[in-house]
Nanobody
Framework: QVKLVESGGGLVQAGGSLRLSCAAS????????MGWYRQAPGKQRELVAT???????NYADSVKGRFTISRDNAKNIVYLQMNSLKPEDTAVYYC?????????WGQGTQVTVSS
């Protein structure tokens, strides 16, 4: 059974940094795509960043230049380095992993940015 576990969320002041991690367990395969999504109160879940196994990345316009996604294929771990955080980045951040049409989600980790 595949399980994704996020860590690294918390409370930070505007302009600060956080690093999120998501470790996948229970899989015998390498995920094609891993990524991060977020959901703020009263809003729909939105894509933050994705990375494919070959290393190509994709970012939401709102985080380009501030966030960096990376992954360790050998360990099935994906990271999100978040710099220059803004209050509007406050949300629950969810890890996602996909393999051959199957998608998996973590339980989410709260990120709160105070002004």
């Amino acid at each position: 059974q595949v399980k994704l576990v996020e860590s690294g969320g918390g409370l930070v002041q505007a302009g600060g940094s956080l690093r999120l991690s998501c470790a996948a367990s229970g899989s015998t395969f390498r995920f094609n795509t891993m990524g991060w999504y977020r959901q703020a109160p009263g809003k729909q879940r939105e894509l933050v960043a994705t990375i494919i196994s070959g290393g190509s990345t994709n970012y939401a316009d709102s985080v380009k230049g501030r966030f960096t996604i990376s992954r360790d294929n050998a360990k099935n771990i994906v990271y999100l380095q978040m710099n220059s955080l803004k209050p509007e980045d406050t949300a629950v951040y969810y890890c996602n992993a996909a393999y051959r049409g199957l998608g998996f989600w973590g339980q989410g980790t709260q990120v709160t940015v105070s002004s």
